[in-house]
């Protein structure tokens, strides 16, 4: 009887000390910092073209707001585009190939003057 709830105990251990199902690698927090509104955010396979697309707000992000994008399990690979379409400017931005499985927040950036994206990882 000693040996059994010795097995018992390490067993109810060994399950309490197992990670509760993780969130999704893609899912990630975006930080607006292109000094611009987004009225439009979607991500899409690199292998989908790049005329499909879901919006993935639900309502404008203003400059210097974040959210929160979770990804289905339909969804697959790390690699995603990501594009952006501003309340007030009548330009697309497009970040290619970007590997969300390597981050939890990113922080969206644009230079208008140059027209340059750029983002930073965390």
């Not at 067993?11 to 292109?34: F, K, Q, W």
């Not at 594009?83 to 950036?109: G, H, I």
Request: glycine residues 6%.
């Amino acid at each position: 009887m000693k040996h059994f709830l010795t097995g018992l105990i390490a067993i109810g251990l060994s399950i309490a000390a197992m990670p509760s199902v993780a969130a999704d690698a893609r899912n990630v927090t975006v930080v607006n910092e292109t000094g611009y509104a987004i009225k439009f955010l979607g991500f899409n396979a690199p292998n989908d073209g790049l005329d499909e697309w879901d919006n993935e707000l639900e309502k404008v992000l203003q400059n210097q707001a974040s959210t929160y994008v979770e990804f289905d399990e339909d969804d697959e690979g790390c690699v995603w585009n990501i594009r952006v379409d501003w309340q007030s400017y009548d330009e697309a931005v497009l970040w290619k190939n970007v590997n969300l499985c390597k981050m939890t927040a990113l922080r969206l950036r644009y230079d208008s003057g140059t027209k340059t994206t750029s983002f930073l990882a965390e």
